[in-house]
Structure formats: C-alpha cells, structure tokens
C-alpha cells in the first residue's frame, strides 16, 4: 500500500490535528482534531483559552465506494475502506462551515486522477461547488490521500453532496460516486424534577415523569430555532401555580432573550399535567438555552424552582479525552446528525 501525505484540501499551509494553526479562528482549531493537511512530522496540539469556543452542531458520516475510487476511513481492505470519513457540521457568528474529513483511496487505477468535490445547496438548490487537489496513481497499487476540505463558509446553505470526480481521457471531470448529507434537526432530552413540580415526559409514575422533555434544534432561513416539548407536572400542590421559561444564549454567554410558557394551576393535591410546546424564538447567533420551572408565590413573584439546559454549539475539546485515531474523539453517537 502507497500511502501519500498529500493534502487534497482547500486551505494551503493549514495544519492537522497534531499541529496548530498560524490562524486564531475557531473554525482552524476545532479541537486540534480536523486534520487540514500539512505535511510534515507531528507534534503535541496546543490550543490557546480564547480559542475553546463552541461551534461544533454535529457530524454527519461519509462513505463512498465505487470501483477503484474510494473515500470514507484510512484503512483500507479488500478493496474499500472499513470506516466512513466525517462530515462536520460547525457554526461561528451565523455562519454555517461543513467541514469533510477522511481519506481518498485509489486502487489499480494506473495514471488515473482523482479528487473530491463539495456541492453546497440552499432549499434543495445547487448554491456554489469547490472543489479539492487533484491527485493521480502512478500504478496500480493502492494509493492514499489526506482530504481536509473546509472552504466555503454561508449562513445560506444547508445541505452538502460529497463527491469523487475522475479525470477522463478528454480532460473533463466526472463524478463516479456521490453522497448528499442535510443539516437535519438535532435532538436533546430535557427533564426537571423537583418536589412537587416537574417537567420531562407525559408518563408520571411515583413522584415524577419516567421520561424526559425534548429540545428539537433546527437551522433554516439562516436562523437556529429550539423548540421545547413535553409535559409540566404539578403532583400534591394544591392551588400552586407553574409555567416555564426559557432563556436564549450566544457562545459567549451573552443572553439574547428570554421567553414564558402559559401559567397553569392546579386546583387540588392531585397530579394534573399540562403539554408544553414552545417555540418561540429564532437567531442566527443562538449557541445554547436555559430551560426553567418556575412557580408563583404568595407575593405573586415567580421563583425558578429548577433548569436545565441544552447546547446546540458544542466546544469540541471538551469532547477530546485522548487516545484513538485523530478526530475520534469528536465523533461519537451522541452528537452524530445522520
């Protein structure tokens, strides 16, 4: 196997994940863990304070297999790669990145030439294409490439087609394998439980919900809108009053807004429950919420009896324990979108 340490990226003189990059961004670190490409020997990552900012959404997995071109993990066998490369997913001050990471492989393609292609859509439509380096096999062993492409940078798109073109005998390049990945919703459990007033899921058995509430994060319009559903839970409270509230937060902890629920009441000790479905709020900025029970006291002030809260920007070097192959760390089930 002839393994190449060519970058068929965008970004030029850009630094993987064990080198750091001359570029204070977000989007250049991510965690020391999207690999850009440069060649050369590796060093321990250093990552500086102002750059631990939250802009990773999430991943989604890629993996193209077709006859002597391939992308998808670095090992390869029996004539493909074992494992998907990575679509990331990474959102700073309103504007969306999609960020491919993994490896192109060719395989008994003598003076063959290949490179990956990005199609980045809005509503369904063909917005802008870039393209990677191109990259040839000299013969027909098994061939290798890094490929680290994040060059287009919108707060219109929302949808991206990954694919390998080849060069033909008449110099045009054709698309031999292809795979469309769309910023979907992002799902998280919420659930407050506190003597007497709870929120999660419709089930109460006991002293509380046996499931949880649910923020539903979605980005259209170049907007991130969460939406909270589930039940409030009023048990052996008779008379006492709830509602709840949400507060809306940028990477910074700046808060944006902050919105209210419906009050509901219950008239006697028995449980009584109410669905909750907000969605009240939309910003390009929206990093996080801080989701709140809260009831009324006698001197008609609300009071927060309980939170929680739910990120739709996470910090990816606080997803980085170590150990495994560079980006593993980032790519878990719990933060994949597809």
């Known amino acids: 196997m002839y393994t190449t340490s060519f970058s068929t990226g965008f970004l030029k003189n850009t630094p993987s994940c064990e080198r750091r990059s001359p570029r204070k961004s977000a989007i250049s670190l991510f965690c020391a863990t999207l690999t850009l490409g440069m060649v050369g020997p590796s060093t321990s990552p250093v990552t500086f304070a102002e750059d631990l900012k939250a802009t990773m959404i999430g991943w989604s997995s890629i993996k193209i297999t077709e006859s002597g071109f391939d992308f998808g993990g670095d090992t390869f066998i029996a004539g493909a790669p074992t494992d998907d490369g990575w679509l990331d997913w990474h959102l700073v001050d309103g504007q969306l990145t999609p960020s491919l990471s993994g490896h192109l492989h060719l395989n ?26 191109q990259v040839c096999a000299s013969n027909d062993k098994h061939h290798e490439w890094d490929v680290n492409l994040a060059d287009y940078t919108s707060s219109k798109i929302d949808e ?115 669905d909750v479905d907000l969605e009240p709020y939309s910003d390009n900025k929206l990093a996080y919420v801080k989701i709140s029970l809260q009831t009324l006291g006698a001197d008609d002030t609300w009071r927060t009896v309980g939170s929680t809260t739910s990120h739709y920007l996470k910090v990816p070097i606080a997803l980085c324990g170590g150990g495994g192959r560079p980006g593993s760390c980032l790519h878990t089930a719990s933060n994949k979108i597809d």
């Open 108 to 133: 008994d393609v003598r003076d063959l030439c290949a490179r990956m292609r990005m199609d980045y859509y809005v509503g369904g439509q063909l917005w802008t294409t870039k393209t990677g380096g």
């Open 160 to 274: 991206v087609r990954v694919s390998i073109e080849k060069l033909t005998a008449t110099k045009d390049w054709t698309i031999v394998g292809s795979q469309r990945r769309k910023l979907g919703p992002v799902h998280h459990k919420v659930k407050i439980t506190e003597d007497g007033f709870d929120f999660g899921g419709e089930t109460f058995l006991g002293s509380g919900p046996t499931n949880s509430g649910e923020v539903i994060w979605t980005w259209k319009g170049a907007q991130v809108s969460p939406r909270l559903t589930g039940t409030l839970h009023i048990n052996n409270a008779a008379t006492a009053c709830a509602r709840m509230r949400i507060e809306y937060f940028k990477e910074d902890d700046t808060r944006l807004t902050e919105k209210f629920g419906g009050t509901v009441c219950a008239p006697d000790n028995r449980h009584h429950h109410w």
